[in-house]
């Protein structure tokens, strides 16, 4: 797939992903759905894998950074999500989560000397505004006391742990390790953790036989993870982290027009606001910088020279008799 698809498919499914989440919530532990969701992706892609004929042998040095790996993306940082939104609302989630484009920016510039345009910088302050005043309203009549600075800070926590993920994700696509078969035991050590976290806070282990809890299960395992996931650490490795990682910021605008049409969810001036203002940094971090078009034209022209000279090279050579 092209970077345009992958990104689209990133942005829709993890976009519907929030409504899908909420059927989740209930009689089920968090960390229990958690297990559920990301030992079935896992157990699909192991599948996948083995149909394929694709290796899944990995030396230990490299199952160490594919246990850092899934550990980071999926296991800590959904503990520290979820820990969160015990004391502050979806919204105060969100828009922390949403910082991990800028984070993810300090990230590439840190381990990978990443160059980050000035065209990045505006993109995500223009997202970041977005999402804030997308948010007004919920957040607005919000009083800033003790339990809502812890919420907010286990949330940039787990943040700081999904960037990390997002790096070494990275790392492992410049080791030449498959997208597909990290990922496979990237979410297999994510489930282990979770679940032995699980054991450890004497979390109960049921499950709910209802229509919305396994659809939505089998929506987040497969749409949700294994197939967004794929989509987006792709891209990570194509286009670097800096851009690729503004789908965050993405989530929550599609998240509302969903919203729209399933829950009768009303617009006002903030929501419009926020909608265009996300759209358009949207524009700026994606768009080619001119520095970057430059090159591809300069590169372009000089493959054209070079083969305008090969032909004239060839015309001069003298006929065999």
């Known amino acids: 797939m092209n970077n345009t698809v992958l990104y689209v498919l990133t942005v829709l499914i993890w976009g519907s992903t929030w409504i899908a989440i909420n059927y989740q919530l209930g009689e089920v532990a968090p960390e229990a759905s958690l297990v559920y969701r990301f030992g079935l992706a896992a157990a699909v892609l192991f599948l996948f894998c083995r149909i394929k004929s694709l290796p899944l042998a990995f030396s230990l040095r490299q199952h160490a950074q594919l246990m850092a790996f899934g550990l980071c993306l999926f296991g800590v940082n959904y503990y520290f999500l979820y820990l969160a939104q015990q004391h502050i609302n979806s919204a105060l989630t969100c828009i922390g989560f949403s910082t991990m484009m800028i984070i993810n920016i300090l990230n590439a510039r840190f381990w990978y ?4 345009t ?3 910088y505006y993109g995500a ?3 970041l505004f977005g999402i804030i005043t997308l948010f007004w309203p919920q957040i607005n009549d919000i ?4 339990d809502t600075l812890l919420g907010l800070s286990l949330c940039l926590i787990g943040t700081v742990f999904a960037s990390g993920g997002n790096m070494l994700s990275i790392k492992n696509q410049q080791m030449r390790l498959p997208v597909m078969q990290t990922n496979a035991w990237g979410m297999a050590y994510g489930t282990i953790f979770m679940a032995l976290l699980a054991v450890l806070r004497g979390v109960e282990f049921n499950f709910s036989l209802t229509l919305p809890y396994v659809g939505s299960l089998l929506y987040l395992s497969i749409f949700g993870s294994v197939i967004a996931f794929g989509c987006y650490l792709t891209l990570l490795g194509r286009i670097g982290a800096h851009k690729a990682s503004y789908a965050t910021v993405m989530f929550p605008a599609v998240a509302v027009v969903i919203s729209t049409f399933v829950e009768g969810f009303i617009w006002d001036l903030t929501t419009i606001t926020g909608f265009i203002c996300i759209m358009l940094g949207n524009l700026v971090v994606l768009s080619p910088s001119k520095q970057g078009a430059k090159k591809e034209a300069d590169s372009k022209n000089r493959q054209q020279h070079v083969s305008q000279e090969e032909i004239a090279e060839k015309d001069m050579r003298p006929a065999k008799a």
């Open 113 to 116: 000397k990443t160059k980050i």
């Open 118 to 120: 000035k065209q990045v």
């Open 125 to 127: 302050a223009l997202g």
């Open 143 to 146: 009083n800033i006391g003790a």
